[in-house]
């Protein structure tokens, strides 16, 4: 079944617990289920049939907040085989790739499922996503973990492979290509033959090594237009009265996001126009 989005909680339901320091403890509901902690215990019946949003008190007088998982909660607090992409760069992936319901979409590097789940989210029901990872119990997590949130089967709109994107790959015309692996300029022509025109290439890399690296093979390629790069940074505020400030912590850098947009096939892109050493006028 996955989750269920809304409505009194059930059994079988995900519920994410929050006590007053913020810390978050997530539970499945049973019918005879207790969660116990250095708080007092809280019998899974004093949740059953309560609304989402409801506060329960443990044997121990301690208050905690009960929510359903949103899909950023439920990927940060996923079982890992590899590392996740953060909410931050999932959601700027969807939004700035242009991840659209219906859309056919390419990923390539499935590590522990996080992003995929964000794919599935917005390519809807009517969409579908091929995910390729080339080492099995990474495929073998991520499986289970977007099959937890979305329930099984899930044969209608994705598939998962275990292996290399370039030896294969058998889609085309699909409408966007995600990276993110190592080395995702070895993957730049196999997701141009795979990619329609006008669709969206994005990769995902950790250092500016590699970010380097897969800016100049999409630009040398011929099929891309001119490569955008960019990180986003996420910083929380305090707000209390009049006391408003930046938060002491942040999450900073995770990784670099690049994107192009494949061209027509035997269109070549104009040549880059730059400006001339020593002047601020534009060309």
């Not at 995600?178 to 990619?195: F, G, H, N, T």
Request: one cysteine or more; proline letters at 6%.
């Amino acid at each position: 079944m996955g989750f269920r989005r809304h409505g009194p909680f059930q059994a079988g339901d995900q519920v994410q617990l929050t006590d007053p320091k913020n810390k978050r403890h997530t539970i499945t509901l049973k019918e005879d289920g207790v969660f116990h902690t250095h708080k007092g215990a809280i019998p899974h019946s004093d949740l059953i049939g309560q609304p989402e949003g409801s506060v329960v008190r443990s044997s121990g007088g301690t208050q905690y907040l009960a929510f359903r998982h949103l899909l950023q909660d439920y990927t940060l607090a996923m079982p890992r085989g590899a590392a996740v992409i953060y909410p931050k760069d999932a959601s700027m992936i969807v939004g700035m790739a242009d991840i659209f319901p219906g859309a056919r979409v390419v990923e390539a590097g499935v590590g522990s499922g996080a992003l995929t789940c964000f794919l599935l989210r917005a390519v809807g029901p009517d969409g579908h996503v091929t995910s390729y990872e080339r080492r099995e119990e990474f495929a073998d997590v991520a499986r289970k973990n977007v099959q937890k949130f979305f329930g099984d089967p899930m044969e209608d709109n994705w598939r998962l492979v275990v292996g290399d994107l370039v030896a294969s790959i058998d889609e085309v015309d699909v409408d966007r290509v995600i990276l993110d692996m190592l080395a995702p300029w070895e993957c730049v022509d196999a997701a141009a033959k795979a990619l329609t025109p006008g669709g969206v290439i994005c990769c995902y890399v950790a250092t500016t090594t590699q970010l380097s690296k897969t800016v100049e093979v999409i630009r040398d390629h011929g099929c891309f237009t001119e490569p955008h790069a960019w990180e986003t940074l996420l910083r929380d505020w305090h707000v209390e009265g009049l006391a408003v400030r930046p938060d002491h912590r942040m999450i900073g850098h995770t990784g670099f996001l690049v994107t192009a947009r494949r061209m027509a096939d035997g269109v070549t892109p104009p040549p880059r126009r730059r400006r001339p050493k020593g002047t601020t006028e534009e060309l």
